[in-house]
């Protein structure tokens, strides 16, 4: 069935009553996120106008607009849903009372673009100042193929030839409007450095066929100027707002995001809860926290199979207790495998586990993370993900892992399954979980024996115990069979290897992994630790992790 691809076009007028961080805050991570998560929609930008003390003087400040493609989506579920009432969040309703919101939708006639054009949503970090010139064209209802014809045969062909032009497109109010009157819409996308004004914008604008076409066929004309102000992403990212004492928290409905800002909780640190779903259909959760700055270098933590994100907890009190690291963004996330929702990749691999890292680094646009660290299974994720992904990776640092699954790893860990279903428990949802008997079997094994009566070895008992059980069977394919040695030569990534100094025979394998790692890397053992040292020894984790930071700058 013919689709009709168009746009999705929003002017945004916010009242004084309406903080700008509330207003940041619900655009970027509330609303706009719950629209980019819809499959016919391609991207999604945020402009300030630049004209308002000119042309624009009066009309509102702020644009949005979402390519989507087919505009016919956007009078059906589940589009029209996230426009009721009942969808939406108190904060999003006592919000949008406060905004003078113009919405309106149209259909593409025509586009042409430089050779040398780049979607903005494909450039990362965010892209230098795009300028944006909208003009709303009203037109004769007998003329409406004339100014079509010129728009494709002459004007497009003459702007192309202005420095700095991107790309031009026309649009016409789209057919599931219903509106009484047809209008163009012609938007057209420059660089930050330009040549409007200039000679070649002059000769497109001084033609005979452009005198024709705005004396005897468009019958009114707005133009407007816009600069790009935020590109917007399926994954809520912006923690600017969220230092502000105006902010405002949020929690959806489904209880699957969450903003923190600082003023609203025990925490000086601001923070996003939210969530991605894979291209299989996994739905990995994640939390990003720390430095507002939207292009602030990026921590990525990776989790051991059976745990959470909450394992990383005493690491980051100790890491952020030097101010110098208050600088860093940290992401950390529950790993596939936590939770049933797990998608449909089979079997899971090491491959699917780093590609899980890449779509959330994709989803958050960050071009580059400045360190991904993991431990166990999450070590060898994030080792794999350096070796396979060197240009997204600046540096690693793979915990209590292995570069090659053991022989025995088939057999241990299905028999670790067989103790989990043999429990049958269930989590106070009915979902069935791993339960007691194999939480306290693995910890055991995790914690030195000094540790095994403390309050974390109690904590990451109760963590283990209410993994999904399904994920966990799922999950645990990864340990299966890997085998990253040989890659490992030929790694250029700066890396580091950590181990609890009481970590069974880790310590001797990973030293010899030091040994191959990229022609010889530093390997770091964590006194008085096993198999979790960001756990049993936080503050001497923390300075192992501070000091290799420190090393690549």
């Given at each position: 069935?013919?689709?009709?691809?168009?746009?999705?076009?929003?002017?945004?007028?916010p009242?004084?009553?309406?903080?700008?961080?509330?207003?940041?805050?619900?655009?970027?991570?509330?609303?706009?996120?719950?629209?980019?998560?819809?499959?016919?929609?391609?991207?999604?930008?945020?402009?300030?106008?630049?004209?308002?003390?000119?042309?624009?003087?009066?009309?509102?400040?702020?644009?949005?607009?979402?390519?989507?493609?087919?505009?016919?989506?956007?009078?059906?579920?589940?589009?029209?849903?996230?426009?009721?009432?009942?969808?939406?969040?108190?904060?999003?309703?006592?919000?949008?009372?406060?905004i003078?919101?113009?919405?309106?939708?149209?259909?593409?006639?025509?586009?042409?673009?430089?050779?040398?054009?780049?979607?903005?949503?494909?450039?990362?970090?965010?892209?230098?100042?795009?300028?944006?010139?909208?003009?709303?064209?009203?037109?004769?209802?007998?003329?409406?193929?004339?100014?079509?014809?010129?728009?494709?045969?002459?004007?497009?062909?003459?702007?192309?030839?202005i420095?700095?032009?991107?790309?031009?497109?026309?649009?016409?109010?789209?057919?599931?409007?219903?509106?009484?009157?047809?209008?163009?819409?012609?938007?057209?996308?420059?660089?930050?450095?330009n040549?409007?004004?200039?000679?070649?914008?002059?000769?497109?604008?001084?033609?005979?066929?452009?005198?024709s076409?705005?004396?005897?066929?468009?019958?009114?004309?707005?133009?407007r100027?816009?600069t790009?102000?935020?590109?917007?992403?399926?994954?809520?990212?912006?923690?600017?707002?969220?230092?502000?004492?105006?902010?405002?928290?949020?929690?959806?409905?489904?209880?699957?995001?969450?903003?923190?800002?600082?003023?609203?909780?025990?925490?000086?640190?601001?923070?996003i809860?939210?969530?991605?779903?894979?291209?299989?259909?996994?739905?990995?959760?994640?939390?990003?926290?720390?430095?507002?700055?939207?292009?602030?270098?990026?921590?990525?933590?990776?989790?051991?199979?059976?745990?959470?994100?909450?394992?990383?907890?005493?690491?980051?009190?100790?890491?952020?207790?030097?101010?110098?690291?208050?600088?860093?963004?940290?992401?950390?996330?529950?790993?596939?495998?936590?939770?049933?929702?797990?998608?449909?990749?089979?079997?899971?691999?090491?491959?699917?586990?780093?590609?899980?890292?890449?779509?959330?680094?994709?989803?958050?646009?960050?071009?580059?993370?400045?360190?991904?660290?993991?431990?166990?299974?999450?070590?060898?994720?994030?080792?794999?993900?350096?070796?396979?992904?060197?240009?997204?990776?600046?540096?690693?640092?793979?915990?209590?892992?292995?570069?090659?699954?053991?022989?025995?790893?088939?057999?241990?860990?299905?028999?670790?399954?067989?103790?989990?279903?043999?429990?049958?428990?269930?989590?106070?949802?009915?979902?069935?979980?791993?339960?007691?008997?194999l939480?306290?079997?693995?910890?055991?094994?995790?914690?030195?024996?000094?540790?095994?009566?403390?309050?974390?070895?109690?904590?990451?008992?109760?963590?283990?115990?209410?993994?999904?059980?399904?994920g966990?069977?799922?999950?645990?394919?990864?340990?299966?069979?890997?085998?990253?040695?040989?890659?490992?030569k030929?790694?250029?990534?700066?890396?580091?290897?950590?181990?609890?100094?009481?970590?069974?025979?880790?310590?001797?394998?990973?030293?010899?992994?030091?040994?191959?790692?990229?022609?010889?890397?530093?390997?770091?053992?964590?006194?008085?630790?096993?198999?979790?040292?960001?756990?049993?020894?936080?503050?001497?984790?923390?300075?192992?992790?501070?000091?290799?930071?420190?090393?690549?700058?």
């Open positions: 069935m013919a689709t009709t691809p168009g746009l999705l076009y929003v002017t945004m007028a009242h004084s009553s309406l903080s700008p961080a509330q207003f940041d805050d619900w655009w970027n991570n509330e609303h706009a996120p719950l629209r980019l998560r819809l499959p016919f929609f391609t991207n999604g930008f945020r402009y300030r106008a630049s004209d308002l003390d000119g042309s624009g003087k009066g009309l509102p400040e702020w644009l949005a607009i979402y390519d989507v493609t087919d505009t016919t989506e956007l009078v059906k579920e589940p589009y029209t849903t996230l426009r009721t009432d009942r969808v939406k969040t108190q904060r999003e309703k006592d919000t949008m009372k406060q003078t919101v113009g919405r309106l939708i149209y259909d593409l006639v025509a586009s042409q673009q430089a050779p040398s054009f780049t979607p903005l949503e494909a450039i990362t970090p965010e892209p230098a100042e795009n300028v944006l010139i909208v003009l709303r064209l009203s037109v004769r209802p007998d003329k409406r193929q004339e100014l079509q014809s010129w728009y494709t045969d002459e004007h497009i062909p003459l702007l192309a030839k420095p700095g032009w991107r790309r031009t497109r026309l649009f016409r109010t789209s057919v599931v409007e219903s509106a009484p009157e047809v209008e163009y819409l012609a938007v057209h996308d420059y660089s930050s450095t040549g409007l004004g200039g000679p070649e914008w002059k000769a497109s604008v001084s033609t005979p066929w452009y005198e076409i705005m004396s005897s066929v468009v019958t009114h004309v707005v133009r100027t816009y790009l102000h935020y590109v917007f992403s399926p994954a809520p990212r912006d923690l600017a707002p969220l230092a502000s004492a105006s902010a405002v928290p949020l929690t959806s409905l489904d209880a699957l995001t969450s903003t923190h800002p600082v003023a609203a909780s025990s925490s000086s640190i601001p923070s809860k939210s969530y991605i779903t894979t291209p299989d259909g996994a739905q990995l959760s994640y939390t990003l926290s720390g430095c507002t700055h939207a292009d602030a270098p990026l921590i990525l933590l990776s989790n051991s199979i059976l745990v959470e994100p909450s394992i990383w907890a005493g690491f980051l009190a100790a890491f952020r207790s030097n101010p110098i690291h208050h600088k860093y963004r940290i992401l950390s996330y529950h790993t596939r495998g936590r939770t049933s929702h797990i998608g449909s990749a089979c079997p899971i691999t090491l491959s699917v586990l780093s590609a899980d890292i890449i779509h959330l680094l994709d989803a958050l646009r960050v071009p580059r993370a400045a360190a991904l660290i993991g431990v166990s299974l999450g070590g060898a994720t994030v080792l794999n993900t350096a070796l396979h992904y060197p240009a997204r990776v600046a540096a690693f640092i793979a915990c209590d892992t292995n570069a090659v699954a053991p022989a025995s790893n088939r057999g241990n860990w299905s028999e670790r399954i067989a103790v989990a279903e043999s429990e049958a428990a269930v989590s106070v949802t009915g979902e069935a979980i791993v339960g007691s008997q939480a306290e079997m693995t910890v055991k094994r995790w914690f030195v024996p000094k540790n095994h009566s403390g309050a974390e070895f109690e904590r990451i008992n109760q963590v283990v115990g209410a993994n999904s059980l399904e966990f069977r799922r999950s645990v394919e990864a340990l299966f069979e890997y085998d990253v040695r040989e890659e490992m030929d790694c250029r990534v700066r890396g580091l290897l950590v181990v609890g100094g009481e970590d069974g025979v880790l310590p001797k394998t990973m030293a010899e992994m030091a040994k191959v790692l990229g022609g010889g890397a530093a390997l770091k053992v964590v006194p008085g630790a096993g198999h979790l040292p960001m756990v049993e020894e936080p503050e001497e984790f923390a300075r192992v992790v501070g000091d290799f930071l420190a090393e690549g700058e």
